[in-house]
């Protein structure tokens, strides 16, 4: 018997780099640096391959001989941000013209490319880490595609963001199996009833290399003829498929609409709940005590994300259900944030917005009564520890991975300065310059601008 239980540390989802390499020194205007205190004038943050090995101001800090120096004197530093709720290969209003028609006529293979160019949009404006909770295709779960979207990029053999990705653990005829039309024929092992079954299911995601079992508790709002109260589990399912995803040293995500959904996650154990669109005060204060965080996802619920659905050619049942959530997601949010809840930034983009306008969902954030910097550390301190990996990443800290952005504005006056491209200056992952856009520099993760949209409509 082992004695003690620690013996064990999972490593983290990505190859581990340690400290090693060409030094480098960032010179910025301000620093947020994700930890909720005081910004900081003139910083200097020192790196050492892909990570920091100290963060002070100008003048205080030795720089050692033969330095790499980048000036960022001009800008606001703050830590690459982070989207826990993503579908990178769903059919995008920026990228296909009509999604009921693109499901049927884009191959998969196809589909991941997509996938991977959708996340390249989100790299370009300083999301360097996105938790795709998964999808599904015509020709059965995409769990596969996309963990070789993430292995890639790991890899080095393409560039972009760091992903999770999420595997759908559903039963038949959920939320989530409805994201496809009723009349299409499933193939493939793509949902599962029963305890037994869906820990299978769990399973195989798990086998493929997911690093998050996403399920669904309740029904949800985009899709169409099913209502969000439906249950779309029972207890005992659910308490199946997060004990499997624990079993494993993964996680899971539940989508919970319902406050009987967010009990039920609560139950079972899940690491984070997704959603929440309906609260009392019971649940709000259960979900408090626990401090399980919920990403809200509100930007695809605004009134200008259904009219982008409405142009992508979702059903006007689809639309007239999403503004019937609208208020309910907002009070909602309003309660949370209230209440303590930590809240970890996720935008459910899919179908729409665009990829890369990811911080939108912080201005709604704000619109709704958030402080500027607590939206932020929704995106960076608290949505790394919503996914676990707060050791490395969410703040500008010695010991961190060197994800660091450089904005041309100060985004705690004005929050919309990061949905600005020209004015997102500097992405840094790991050390590395992904995108700059400095004076007298044109570097971009996604150089191509005139891209078509290829459903055959």
Same mark, same amino acid.
């Given at each position: ?11 983290? @989802? ?166 496809? @039309? ?276």
């Amino acid at each position: 018997m082992v004695a003690n239980k620690e013996w064990w540390k999972p490593e983290a @989802p990505w190859p581990k780099r340690e400290a090693s390499g060409k030094r480098v020194a960032i010179f910025g205007g301000r620093l947020i640096d994700g930890r909720g205190g005081a910004v900081v004038d003139k910083p200097v943050i020192l790196l050492e391959g892909a990570r920091i090995t100290a963060v002070d101001v100008e003048g205080r800090l030795q720089i050692p001989p033969g330095t790499e120096t980048i000036d960022a004197s001009a800008y606001t530093l703050m830590p690459g941000m982070m989207d826990c709720h993503i579908h990178t290969a769903m059919f995008n209003c920026m990228t296909f013209h009509n999604h009921r028609v693109a499901q049927w006529e884009v191959m998969p293979q196809l589909q991941q490319m997509y996938s991977l160019f959708h996340a390249q949009n989100c790299l370009d404006m300083g999301f360097t880490t996105l938790r795709d909770l998964g999808m599904n295709s015509s020709r059965g779960l995409f769990t596969q595609e996309l963990c070789a979207v993430r292995d890639s990029i790991d890899a080095g053999i393409l560039e972009g963001p760091r992903m999770l990705i999420g595997g759908f653990t559903t039963i038949t005829g959920s939320h989530l199996d409805l994201i496809q @039309p009723r009349a299409m024929p499933r193939s493939g092992f793509n949902t599962a009833d029963g305890p037994y079954e869906l820990r299978k299911l769990a399973r195989l995601n798990l086998q493929w290399g997911c690093d998050v079992i996403k399920t669904c508790a309740s029904g949800g709002g985009g899709t169409d003829k099913e209502e969000p109260d439906i249950r779309n589990m029972t207890q005992d399912e659910l308490d199946a498929v997060v004990d499997e995803a624990h079993a494993f040293h993964k996680t899971a995500a539940v989508h919970c609409f319902t406050t009987g959904a967010q009990k039920m996650a609560l139950k079972a154990g899940a690491d984070t709940i997704e959603h929440m669109v309906f609260s009392d005060d019971e649940t709000i204060d259960m979900i408090a005590r626990a401090g399980v965080p919920v990403t809200p996802t509100l930007a695809h619920r605004t009134d200008h994300a259904i009219q982008l659905r409405r142009e992508l050619g979702t059903a006007e049942f689809v639309l007239n259900k999403l503004k019937r959530l609208q208020p309910h997601c907002y009070e909602t949010f309003r309660k949370m944030h209230k209440a303590g809840i930590k809240i970890a930034m996720g935008t459910d983009m899919g179908f729409e917005p665009h990829f890369g306008t990811n911080s939108w969902e912080l201005e709604v954030y704000v619109g709704l009564g958030m402080k500027p910097m607590d939206a932020i550390l929704t995106a960076t301190k608290n949505a790394a520890e919503a996914i676990k990996l707060s050791a490395d990443l969410g703040t500008l800290e010695a010991g961190k991975l060197a994800d660091i952005v450089a904005v041309d504005g100060d985004p705690l006056a004005d929050i919309r300065v990061l949905q600005e491209k020209k004015r997102i200056a500097l992405v840094l992952k790991e050390g590395k310059i992904c995108a700059d856009r400095r004076p007298g520099m044109n570097k971009n993760v996604v150089p191509v601008t005139d891209w078509k949209k290829i459903d055959y409509l």
